[in-house]
């Protein structure tokens, strides 16, 4: 069974940077063809696609955010880490991380709630 | 990047009535495009894959069409469950993109 959960701060200050955790069970990100992705969506908009980190360690960024987002694995390939730097009251939104095989999201984590501010 | 112009914004269907979404991309995007069925409060479901696919576990009165850069979504016959947002996502090319997402609700 998959499961995926994320994990945050619940609320930062602006400036500071966000730090998000996707732990997941039922699969490995070793295996060929596996790709986790974090995705927002603010309340009430669209969803917008961050990053993501495949089964080989290559990384692909939104150029929208690219220069402020990390993403990066653990060894054991059972968890994928989101930074952003810098953030600002337009981060305020719901964070998903979500697996996918060739650009399919089939699997999704629950989502949590990042708030900026002061 | 590609752009996913999505319309309508929102609908409003009749139970049993049949209902189209529609998704364009500003450049040829080889199937490679989702729907997604999101309630409020949850996250996105995967209803469509590769424009036609139907997920597992999905009604098949659910059904998705198109090639190139134009797609879309059909509920046959609404039911009462489908009520919510969706949206399209094309995986063609990084960065993703979805659609801006279509209000369903019943009338």
């Known amino acids: 069974q998959v499961t995926l959960k994320e994990s945050g701060p619940g609320m930062l200050q602006p400036s500071k940077t966000l730090s998000l955790t996707c732990s997941f069970s039922g699969f490995s990100l070793s295996t060929s063809g596996m790709v986790v992705s974090w995705i927002r969506q603010p309340s009430g908009k669209s969803l917008e696609w961050l990053a993501a980190i495949d089964w080989d360690g290559d990384k692909y960024y939104n150029p929208s955010l690219k220069s402020r987002l990390t993403v990066s694995k653990d060894t054991s390939n059972t968890q994928v880490f989101l930074k952003i730097t810098s953030v600002d009251i337009a981060d305020t939104a719901t964070y998903y991380c979500?697996?996918?095989?060739?650009?399919?999201?089939?699997?999704w984590g629950q989502g949590t709630l990042v708030t900026v501010s002061s | 990047d590609i752009q996913m112009t999505q319309s309508p914004p929102s609908l409003s269907a009749s139970l049993g009535e049949t209902v189209s979404i529609e998704c364009r991309a500003s450049?040829?995007?080889?199937?490679?495009l989702a729907w997604y069925q999101q309630k409020s409060g949850k996250s996105p479901q995967l209803l469509i894959y590769?424009?036609?696919s139907l997920q597992d576990g999905v009604p098949s009165r659910f059904s998705g069409s198109g090639s190139g850069t134009q797609y879309s979504l059909k509920i046959s016959g609404m039911q009462p469950e489908d009520e919510g947002v969706y949206y399209c996502l094309q995986g063609s090319k990084y960065p993703l993109t979805f659609g801006s997402g279509t209000k369903l609700e019943i009338k």
């Open positions: 450049e040829d995007i080889y199937s490679n």
């Open positions: 979500a697996r996918s095989t060739i650009a399919v999201f089939a699997y």
């Open positions: 590769y424009a036609s």
